[in-house]
């Protein structure tokens, strides 16, 4: 299900040019071009400024970002780091970006929270607190 924002306005976002035509290539692939998640990321995808990687403000969450975040119902904090599918593991909090959650963060800002509907239907409201690394701030990408 498409994230919905808690204002009832979507929040602003701000997606790498780099990290805009990686999804976008990921996208095209025919497994992924019906899946609902797929759909999810495109539309928030077709949202989003897109700006050259050095561009990207630093408290921006990008592809690889590790993020601090509280859920804003119980307080419980997470941090979690964004990535690929093929690079997902929950165990180490890396979050794929076809995650409901994942889609949910890519772009938002510190201070910008963000609504979706878990499996089972509970409302989830995660408030980005930090980023702790961002590659485009920390100069790490690739030439």
Same mark, same amino acid.
């Given at each position: 299900?498409?994230?919905?924002?808690? @204002? !009832?306005?979507?929040?602003? &976002?701000?997606?790498?040019?780099?990290?805009? +035509?990686?999804? *976008?290539?990921?996208?095209? $692939?025919?497994?992924?071009?019906?899946?609902?998640?797929?759909?999810?990321?495109?539309?928030?995808l077709n949202r989003a400024e897109v700006v050259p990687p050095e561009q990207v403000p630093p408290d921006v969450v990008t592809m690889h970002s590790q993020v601090?975040?509280?859920?804003?119902? @119980? !307080?419980?904090?997470?941090? &979690?780091?964004?990535?690929?599918?093929?690079? +997902?593991?929950? *165990?180490?909090?890396?979050? $794929?970006?076809?995650?409901?959650?994942?889609?949910?963060?890519?772009?938002?800002?510190?201070?910008?929270?963000?609504?979706?509907?878990?499996?089972?239907?509970?409302?989830?409201?995660?408030?980005?607190?930090?980023?702790?690394?961002?590659?485009?701030?920390?100069?790490?990408?690739?030439?």
């Amino acid at each position: 299900m498409p994230t919905q924002p808690v @204002s !009832g306005h979507p929040p602003s &976002l701000i997606i790498s040019s780099r990290d805009f +035509a990686r999804l *976008e290539a990921m996208l095209d $692939s025919p497994v992924l071009s019906r899946h609902p998640a797929a759909i999810a990321l495109m539309d928030e995808l077709n949202r989003a400024e897109v700006v050259p990687p050095e561009q990207v403000p630093p408290d921006v969450v990008t592809m690889h970002s590790q993020v601090e975040c509280e859920d804003v119902a @119980s !307080g419980e904090e997470h941090v &979690l780091t964004l990535v690929y599918p093929n690079e +997902a593991d929950v *165990e180490k909090g890396h979050v $794929s970006v076809l995650a409901p959650v994942g889609s949910a963060l890519l772009g938002l800002s510190v201070g910008q929270s963000i609504e979706w509907e878990a499996p089972g239907g509970r409302k989830l409201n995660l408030r980005v607190k930090a980023v702790r690394y961002q590659p485009a701030a920390a100069g790490d990408l690739p030439r």
